[in-house]
């Protein structure tokens, strides 16, 4: 796991991206997050949720308990500030063959400016080993997110495919 808290610049914007005037190049640290970290966490998971389109219905005091169970068991999470502000977190779970990204969330006030990039970054090169498979799972519905983890270089391998319960039957 990283150490205490490390620093990690923001890749180098070119001149075709989009820049916003507000934006401010400072250093995200990230430290390791710890069960003290679960209600914090389960709020940030409520947003993802809400935002990737996801239909899971759990409220937040579920979601803290879940994260508890994950962090508690074969999970780790890394959560990243900036200039002290909490700005992104990531969930996985390293197996012997992979690493297994569950959740990736950059705060909303935040997105565009590439910490979402930087957090992936930190992780590939500081965090996990080189050795590994990397997955992750994305909505297929979720454009913005399947458009970004092709960006950061991840491509597809399996579409899961599903019949809900009280679908109409086959004709």
Known sequence: MPPEKAEHRPRARR???????????????FRAATVDDCPLLAELNHQLIRDEGHRNRMTVPELEQRMRGWLSGEYRAVVYEDGGEVVAYALFREQPEEIYLRQLFVVRHRRGQGLGRSAVEILRSQVWPKTKRLTVD??????????????VGY????????ILPDSSPCV
């Open 15 to 29: 001149e075709s991206d989009q820049i916003k005037p507000e934006l401010k190049f400072t250093l995200m640290t």
């Open 138 to 151: 994305v909505l297929v519905a979720n454009t913005r997110g399947v458009a970004f983890w092709r960006e």
């Open 155 to 162: 491509t597809e391998y399996c579409l899961t495919l599903e």
